[in-house]
């Protein structure tokens, strides 16, 4: 990381307060050459609190891209508002809106060089020049780039390319800054350490942040709030490890998680929880007799003498300071994952037993979870 001088390092006054951006009702429809029409965001509400860091989280085609995509006025909704504070901005062109944003492939002037690329949006409303110059290098200094102002963008990394584009977006002082899959064209240790300077700039600045991603760990790191949604529609809302730790159905819990959820079908029989091959697990669920599904997070399993989940070896993979192991359920043709410490040393075809710390109970049709 380059080490930058910080004298002129813009503080939160630098920045409007933190604004809270409210969705209500938001829908947005296309529709093809042949009419087919498509709703990509389904009667989406939500409230995304004021200096805050917020990611939308979701599979492809999800409508995470869609919605940043209404913020920012790019896109306008079929039906439904969208307020910035207490201001309605639904038809609010985009630049009158007051908003930042970032595209997946920076959209950088490839003619032009760092500094020029980020005076850019002041020049399009007339900042004097030596005021713009200014800015840029105060915002240069933010993220870290302050002694590349003269390099064009071909002779940047892409972390630095990221970097540019970041400040391009805070240079005109936004009340609101958007992210569309910022980190996707880095490498693995790029997005790593790109994802904390985002961080560190958002908390620096105060200003609301919203980023689309369907990485999970990316927005659970980083995230003060998680948006999981599904098929244009919200599915869940809350800090990254309550989501995690207490999802509202299987969709979340299915794709929170790495590795992910086993889920096992099972039974709930006169208030007891029951795996397919009879193995009691739970009796906590206040449910009418039925058949559901079982979800068991891996590193909820712990290998026990006295556990009641028999399971044989199949696979080890040593992962670290973990290991986990790939298991076929006893009587079910079923394989589950557990993480398990490294020093206990297992073969497959081994015999194991498992207790379960915790376990989540499905609806089979709805995938509801039942508490």
């Known amino acids: 990381m380059n080490k930058e001088t910080t004298k002129d390092v813009p503080d939160r006054n630098d920045f409007h307060s933190g604004v809270a951006v409210k969705l209500q009702n938001l829908t947005k429809e296309f529709v093809d050459k042949k009419g087919k029409v498509t709703v990509a965001v389904n009667n989406f509400n939500v409230t995304i609190p004021a200096g805050k860091l917020v990611g939308l989280l979701g599979p492809s ?5 869609t919605t ?4 920012s006025g790019l896109y306008k909704p079929n039906a439904g508002a969208i307020f910035f504070g207490d201001e309605d901005v639904t038809n609010t062109p985009p630049e009158k809106r007051g908003i930042g944003l970032v595209f997946q492939n920076y959209a950088l002037y490839p003619h032009m060089t760092v500094r020029q690329n980020i005076m850019f949006p002041l020049e399009n409303v007339r900042v004097p020049k030596k005021e713009a ?3 840029a290098q105060k915002m240069a200094e933010l993220v870290h780039i302050g002694d590349l102002m003269d390099r064009k963008p071909n002779q940047l990394s892409g972390g630095q390319q990221q970097r540019v584009a970041i400040a391009r977006a805070l240079v005109k002082e936004p009340r609101v800054l958007l992210l569309d899959e910022p ?49 244009g529609l919200k599915q869940q809302i809350g800090h990254p490890q309550d989501v995690y730790e207490d999802p509202v159905n299987m969709f979340v819990a299915k794709f929170l998680g790495n590795p992910p959820i086993n889920i096992v079908p099972g039974k709930l029989k006169a208030g007891k929880c029951l795996l397919d091959n009879g193995a009691l697990i739970d009796s906590g669920i206040n449910q009418p007799d039925q058949d559901v599904f079982i979800g068991l997070r891996p590193e909820y399993l712990k290998l026990s003498d006295n556990g009641k989940i028999e399971a044989t070896v199949d696979m080890v993979e040593h992962i670290g300071r973990d290991t986990m192991l790939i298991c076929f359920l006893n009587g079910m043709d079923v394989k589950i994952r557990a993480i398990i410490p490294s020093e206990y040393r297992l073969v497959p075809g081994e015999q194991v037993k498992f207790e379960c710390a915790k376990l989540f109970v499905f609806n089979k049709s709805t995938g509801e979870r039942y508490k």
């Open 61 to 65: 085609g999800c409508g995470k891209s």
């Open 68 to 71: 940043l995509y209404l913020i």
């Open 133 to 135: 110059m200014v800015r």
């Open 183 to 231: 980190l996707s064209n880095l490498d693995a240790r790029l997005r790593l350490q790109t994802r904390e300077e985002i961080r560190r700039i958002q908390k620096e600045t105060g200003i609301t942040t919203i980023f689309v991603t369907h990485d999970q760990e990316e927005a659970m790191s980083i995230s003060d709030e998680i948006i999981v949604m599904n098929e």
